[in-house]
């Protein structure tokens, strides 16, 4: 059984990778759920409602399990699910402090944030998706990570590695049940929460320039496809060829 429906998390912001997604899904047909921390996901979900796509939005705080059911509860099975949500929010932005200033509660919240919301997440839609012989998992990670590493940001790195190593070994066992895992993994992508020095950063890719959230959303939009049905485990580097480089300035 194939529904067509999408659960997108962190999709608050308006030119953010997790709308960019959204709104690529939508318009593949899916009825897609939104979710964030505040009560601007209720805008986006009317945003695309009023270009005529189906669209519903959620406010849920995805590291509180109790929330992530009654996340279930509102949606029922998807057969899309794109764990999105992580480094910050609008109620707590994404933490940079070097590692010997880092407390046990920032080391949590990073943790948390990035990885354990893409847990609970998968771990309350997989089974309906394993019921229905099919589903589409994709885990919007990062080269900041697996590949490469910011100083200041090793609660981030390591969330982010954690959810390739998450989407490797998921892989494995959703396979058998028709459900891919995959991920992709973003360089400098410009959006609203860019610093100055992202983007001076970006300039110095091969591309000469930042990704853009809707170039991400088209990689995210084909691994939940049903052309990407033996693509499994995969981590795709969407960074314009910058990791490729040894010299980037």
């Known amino acids: 059984m194939q529904r067509k429906t999408a659960i997108i998390t962190g999709a608050g912001a308006l030119d953010g990778i997790g709308f960019a997604c959204a709104r690529s899904l939508a318009e593949e047909g899916f009825h897609v759920h939104l979710v964030a921390t505040s009560e601007r996901i209720l805008a986006r979900a009317g945003e695309l409602r009023a270009s005529g796509f189906a669209a519903t939005g959620h406010i849920c705080d995805l590291t509180d399990g109790v929330a ?7 949606t029922g099975p998807a057969a899309v699910l794109v764990n999105n949500a992580g480094m910050g929010s609008v109620a707590q932005p994404a933490l940079q402090r070097a590692f010997v200033e880092l407390e046990e509660t920032d080391w949590d919240r990073g943790i948390s944030v990035s990885l354990k919301t893409a ?3 998968t771990r309350i839609y997989l089974p309906s998706m394993y019921a229905d012989g099919y589903g589409r998992i994709v885990n919007v990670a990062s080269v900041t990570g697996p590949y490469v590493a910011n100083p200041g940001e090793t ?8 959810m390739v190593g998450m989407t490797h070994a998921l892989a494995l066992e959703a396979g058998p049940h028709g459900v891919t895992v995959n991920a992709v993994a973003p360089g400098w992508v410009e959006t609203g929460a860019s610093t100055e020095e992202e983007r001076r950063a970006a300039q110095a890719t091969p591309c000469g320039r930042a990704g853009t959230p809707d170039e991400i959303a088209a990689a995210v939009s084909f691994l939940a496809s049903a052309k990407a049905s033996y693509i ?4 795709l580097v969407v960074d314009g060829g910058n990791i490729l480089q040894e010299r980037k300035a």
Do not use: D, I, M, T
Not at 68 to 74: D, H
Not at 155 to 162: L, T
Not at 232 to 235: H, L, R
């Open 68 to 74: 992530v059911e009654a996340l279930y509860r509102a």
């Open 232 to 235: 499994n485990g995969a981590v």
């Open 155 to 162: 609660a981030y790195s390591a969330a982010k590695a954690g």
């Open 119 to 121: 847990f609970l997440a």
